[in-house]
């Protein structure tokens, strides 16, 4: 009762600074509690920076307590102000603290700072800056009360809406975390807002005493401020998770998808190998039976077979065994001779091949700047990329159309490698561009799959892109694609140069 009715004693502005400063206290430890829970458990970068800020915050309020108690009922000025100085130090200790959090979440891959040795920076520069003002207006205007509480608020109100504008800018800026970093915005600027409301009051120094009623109103409004800045930081909070969780669980799903679609392949390549293997001893049947009847087929003057079924029947079996082979190379069941050699002599040995192959109607460039370079891999299996990139090129393009096809030695860095598969280091590139068609993007994730054709029933195998993409990968390379419908298409294949 007698600490009830020293207060009671106290003139409206004391009752005010007091009152709001107790309630104040409960409600940001309280707020500061609940971030510190939310950060250990979810162990997010921006919201243990917000609970950082928000530790500092109830430090402020807690020497505001015995600011605020000094100066109304002991009288003591002067210790008032001193322990205010630090309160509002640690109040801007926390502006590094909101900066990490809004970097944590437009760029959460960001590296950490210090953020201790700014804070105290950023403390020791406002304490001077304050403390100038505060004991300046003191000593030379005791009797102007007003001067010294104004900058006093004034200060603290430059320390809350600093980190305000910082969320601000991020918010109008932001590609994602939007909503999180617009609630830090809005509980930020309600901390802001309350401090401005304290400046305009911080006027009423001297001034006569406002009824209990209106004590009782603008504590409960300075209290209403506080409690809606820690509602938003901790809406901020969840907003943040809630963003994580949704991007976590479309991850999820799509490596869900690759490991179905890798055992999809998996189980197509061993009936590829199965089916490559019973189609060989049906074509060694074949070539035997052709090769007893070739010596009992008439033949000419010069002792050729006559007419042209041989030579079909023939040319249908080297068919069918290119078909088995490329079958094999899907299945990963073929065997492969590793030797190194010159895949820009190997490019130029195809060259006559390429051009039967491209037709008379199709002009085919052929470059090579990789001189000197050196694979290890199997060599049909270059010569097989080849063939098929440009058989696909081929059939995507008109008549007066055009193939180029360029080989060249690349030096792939860490940073702005063309694929995040493919490891720093040389590596030999094979570029086929055609001007044909171009692919339509809805069906260029799945270009690459076995059996996958747009061509007619009959004209395509679907196994030519998959075979490129197997022996790329099976040497640790990989195939790029852009592509642009009207204008053509460009393979990029990288293979580890030797």
């Known amino acids: 009762m007698a600490l009830l009715s020293g207060f009671d004693s106290l003139p409206s502005f004391d009752q005010i600074n007091l009152g709001s400063t107790l309630l104040q206290s409960a409600v940001i430890i309280g707020f500061a509690v609940a971030q510190q829970g939310v950060a250990r458990h979810f162990d997010r970068p921006g919201m243990r920076a917000i609970a950082g800020y928000w530790a500092l915050l109830a430090l402020a309020v807690f020497l505001s307590i015995f600011s605020s108690w000094s100066g109304a009922v002991w009288n003591e000025r002067t210790l008032s102000r001193a322990i205010t100085a630090l309160s509002v130090s640690a109040m801007a200790a926390g502006i590094p603290f909101v900066q990490r959090a809004i970097t944590s979440l437009l760029r959460p891959a960001a590296p950490s700072q210090n953020i201790a040795s700014k804070a105290l920076q ?38 809350l809406s600093i980190p305000a504008v910082m969320a601000w800018r991020a918010w109008r800026n932001a590609r994602e975390h939007h909503a999180a970093l617009q609630l830090l915005f809005i509980g930020l600027t309600s901390l802001a807002a309350r401090q401005l409301f304290a400046v305009l009051l911080g006027l009423r120094v001297g001034m006569p005493d406002l009824p209990l009623s209106g004590v009782i109103v603008i504590v409960t409004l300075d209290v209403l401020f506080v409690s809606a800045a820690g509602v938003f930081a901790l809406l901020a909070s969840t907003a943040e998770e809630v963003v994580l969780m949704e991007r976590q669980a479309a991850e999820l799903a799509r490596v869900q998808q690759r490991l179905a679609q890798g055992e999809r392949m998996e189980s197509l390549g061993r009936m590829a190998a199965a089916v490559a293997h019973d189609m060989n001893n049906v074509l060694q049947v074949l070539g035997l039976t052709l090769e007893s009847l070739r ?79 050196s694979l290890l891999m199997d060599p049909a299996q270059f010569e097989q990329i080849v063939i098929n990139l440009v058989a696909n090129a081929r059939d995507a393009s008109d008549a007066g159309g055009r193939i180029a096809v360029s080989l060249d030695l690349v030096s792939l860095p860490q940073a702005g490698r063309p694929r995040n598969s493919l490891a720093p280091g040389e590596y030999i590139r094979l570029i086929v561009a055609d001007t044909g068609m171009g692919i339509p993007s809805e069906i260029r994730d799945s270009i690459f799959e076995p ?40 393979f990029e294949v990288y293979l580890p140069a030797a």
């Open 122 to 159: 950023w403390g020791v520069a406002v304490l001077l800056f304050y403390a100038v003002g505060v004991f300046g207006s003191a000593t030379l205007f005791p009797e102007f009360r007003v001067l010294t509480v104004s900058w006093s608020r004034v200060t603290q109100l430059i320390v």
């Open 295 to 373: 010596e009992r087929l008439p033949r000419d003057a010069r002792g050729d077979v006559r007419g042209d079924a041989h030579g079909e029947v023939g040319a249908a079996m080297q068919h069918g065994r290119s078909l088995t082979a490329q079958l094999l190379t899907f299945a990963r069941a073929r065997p492969t001779a590793l030797v190194h050699f010159d895949p820009a002599a190997r490019l130029h040995s195809l060259d006559a091949l390429l051009r039967v192959m491209a037709g008379a109607s199709i002009e085919l460039q052929l470059s090579a700047s990789a001189r000197g370079a």
């Open 451 to 490: 059996f996958f054709t747009t061509k007619s029933v009959g004209q395509g195998t679907g196994l030519g892109l998959a075979t490129v993409h197997g022996i790329a990968k099976e040497v640790a390379g990989d195939v790029l694609l852009e592509s642009t419908v009207g204008r053509g298409s460009t």
